[in-house]
């Protein structure tokens, strides 16, 4: 009998942390950053976040997909918000994943959620009328930039606005008024393509 019961113990002691895993909250993917904190902080908590959600993929069909597509025109790509990852999604979020030195492969996990939290906070740190104000700065206040406001990742991770520049006195004479394609950078580089 005893040996019989030491067994069941020892299955108990096995079975309480698992027990107790599943009695504790699952992350909803709710988690914000509401304060300022230190950036390392600030990526230990959008890691966090993404590895909450689940991975997505062409035929999901979810909230969690709503919430891709809202995310994905949040920062300024043109996608439906339906719920269901279909072709156009999965194009968009391998836009999304060239544009961000990532795996272009179309599927949403951990990596690509990380990216879109961080390009949201990154926005709302640097946002393009900062960057046209910086391109001003550099090339002077005659200059008109157009763009579509998505905030790009260079091969070395630093984030950057794409604009097309060109000059109002030429664009008032009839010209196109191009001057070229810079990228601008938040640390002020302005840098031609």
Known sequence: MNGGNR?????LLVMIPAVALMAAPLGTGAASITHAASKDSQVQKIETKAETRPTLRKGSR????TDLQQSLKDVKYTVGVDGIFGT????VVRE??????????GIVGPKTWAALDE???ERKQFTDKDAIALGK???GSKIVFSGDGRLLKDGKG???YLFKAANQDWIDQ???GTIGWFNIYKDGRVVEQ
Not at 7 to 11: A, C, G
Not at 96 to 105: A, C, N, R, T
């Open 96 to 105: 999304f994943q060239v544009e961000h030195d990532l795996s272009s492969d």
């Open 119 to 121: 390009n949201k906070v």
């Open 158 to 160: 630093k984030a950057y």
């Open 88 to 91: 156009q999604t999965q194009n």
């Open 62 to 65: 979810s909230s969690y997909v």
């Open 137 to 139: 700065k550099k090339l």
């Open 7 to 11: 067994t069941v113990k020892k299955k």
């Open 174 to 176: 009839g010209g196109t």
